[in-house]
């Protein structure tokens, strides 16, 4: 009984930080059809954030990581996705791929390739004992900023000017547009919104794997992409459902696969997740705006 | 296909291929007579090319852009390593290889269709359901599988001598075998391209709505697309494994996938020609980068060594590019003579 409360907590808190990984990204695609490859980056470059102001208080350090990321993710917006916007989809992706790979190794000239180690809110790293179940309080933190983050996102997306705006430059950009709403603005917002996400799943990140690579992104922004596929491209809900159904598919094969199966735990997972596509090569949650307009 | 018209046509289009070939024979010839380093460059450059050229093979008829291919690289080069190494060298280095394997030795030249036809086959296992997917799905798939691919190869120390570099690889590829291989590659990629399924794809590329009313399964032929393009993929590969002889399995992950998409959307995607030229253009400016990263003496100034220059450089030109010229250097033309009219 323990060990499925275990089981669960961990698929939980894992889960939830795909899914904040996969809104990230779905946030973006959903209005500007763009596979944002950067967004790992963003998470990468929040990483060295906390390592440059480590030492400050723990509130600043957080504040600063957010503001540098979502800056990154702005100027991102307007000096490489801005030229590129309304160009055909490989266009979009090659160039995303690029910036991708652009931020990447601006980092690995100024900081080396090699892995860092960062000390970042080692107290958290403590177990928490409760109802018979021992959970590190980082798993608790990043299940309740989780939860927070998507309540409030689904405030902002149902219940604000912006937030209704947005939804509508996602359904169709050039009648939202035609219709009076700031489309440069909403997109700017919207890229503001995933920095912010980055950044938190950054920090989350940093502080439980306490090292530092200019390559770190990549696997998170992967996990992100394919909880978009498999949710159902275009979907936010999609979205969430895919990161926590990837979370739980991870500490399932973490759980059932012998020892020396572990390392390829990537491969069943992806190989899983690709079962799933063949029975619904859509994705799970189907929009009507992602289906092809003739 | 009845009358003499398409098939003068069919003549008139095969010049692309022959100049194509005939560029890349002027540079091999240029080369030999040059130092080793140049010839280096040169290798590496047309082993570049023919995973460019089956790279465009399903880009650039499809449409739909793939970050996995360089996983049939991967696999193309470990299986051609398998088959040609000597059996005391696999029986200290790959635990887990069968024995069928284990105790024989092919040569290289033997080895090459194997090892291609490997790629093949396991792009037909992955394309079958990635190839139902969207194009843009599929895409994030292809990333997907060239993610596994390095994980499994990287982790199964039994196969691949895992993270560590493996050593012994037959040498074999120089510049005129590079070169054979690379015109290989072009012929595939041109006759592809004008085949039936060729054409079909394209014009899906263009209107892939029209395309599946008038009758066309996409699937399918994304699938025959994927498949050969593998095939073409895997023998660069191939060619890559007794270059230097020396094999590391992250040395088919990021960088060279970068590389390899980066010359052909600067030379042109939708183009033979363009993936040529991009491979040109891209191996051109990657040297002359490669140099001053390890810092270059300009008389008065020492501009010091810059780890990471060429990349950074190399994503720049490609969002210009991509900016200012979407459709690459040569946009949709293919070189040829003028038609007589």
Known sequence: ??????????????????????????????????????????????????????????????????????????????????????????????????????????????????????????????????????????????IVVTVLLLAGLAYFLKATLFGIEMRAAAEDLRMARLLGVPTNLIIALAFAISGLLAAVVAVVYVAQIGVLTPRMGVQPALIGFVATVVGGMGSLLGAVVGGFLIGT???????????????????????????????????????RAARERV | MAG??????????????????????????????????????????????????????????????????????????????????????????????????????????????????????VALVIGFPLMRLSGISASIGTFAMLAVVIAVYGNWSGLTGGKSSLIGVPVETDLWVALVWASVAIIIAW???????????????????????????????????????????????????HFLGILTVNAFFLDITFVTIGMLVIGGMNSLTGAVVGVIVVSALLDVLRRAESGVSLGVFDIPSLPGLSQVVLAIAMLLILVLRPAGLMGDREVGFPRRR
């Open chain 2, 4 to 121: 003499s018209a398409p098939a003068s046509a069919w003549l008139q289009r095969a010049w692309t291929p022959v100049i194509l070939i005939a560029l890349l024979l002027a540079a091999v010839l240029l080369a030999s007579a040059g130092p080793g380093s140049l010839q280096r460059t040169v290798i590496d450059a047309l082993i570049k090319l023919i995973v460019v050229a089956g790279l465009y093979l399903f880009i650039g008829n499809t449409g739909v852009i793939s970050f996995g291919h360089t996983a049939f690289m991967a696999i193309g080069a470990y299986m051609s390593a398998w088959l040609t190494m000597t059996p005391a060298l696999k029986r200290i280095r790959f635990s887990d290889l069968p024995d069928v394997v284990a105790t024989a030795q092919l040569p290289v030249l033997v080895a090459a269709p194997i090892s291609a036809t490997a790629a093949a086959l």
């Open chain 1, 249 to 287: 598919i991870t500490v399932v094969l973490q759980i059932i696969l012998p020892l020396e199966l572990r390392d390829f735990r990537d491969a069943f997972l992806f190989g899983s997740l690709f079962l799933i596509l063949l029975v619904r090569p859509q994705g799970l949650i189907v929009v």
């Open chain 2, 191 to 241: 006759a592809f391209q004008r085949s039936k399924a060729g054409l079909l794809l394209r014009g899906s590329r263009e209107d892939l709505v029209a395309a599946r009313a008038s009758g066309v399964d996409v699937h399918r032929l994304r699938l025959v697309a994927f498949v050969i393009s593998a095939f073409v993929v895997g023998l660069g590969g191939h060619a890559q494994a």
């Open chain 1, 1 to 142: 009984m323990n060990n499925v409360l275990q089981a669960v907590v961990d698929a939980a808190s894992v889960g939830g930080i795909y899914a904040l990984m996969a809104l990230g990204i779905g946030l973006i695609f959903g209005i500007v059809r763009l596979v944002n490859f950067a967004h790992g980056e963003f998470v990468m470059v929040g990483g060295y954030a906390v390592l440059l102001l480590a030492g400050a208080p723990t509130v600043a350090v957080i504040a600063a990581t957010l503001i540098v990321v979502v800056v990154l993710a702005l100027g991102v917006e307007r000096i490489a996705f801005r030229p590129l916007r309304g160009a055909a989809m490989p266009t979009l992706l090659v160039g995303s791929f690029a910036v991708s790979y652009f931020i990447q190794h601006v980092v690995m000239m100024s900081y080396g390739g090699n892995t860092v180690g960062v000390d970042f809110m080692p107290k958290l790293s403590e177990s928490i004992e409760f109802g018979g179940v021992s959970v590190p309080a980082l798993q608790l933190v990043a």
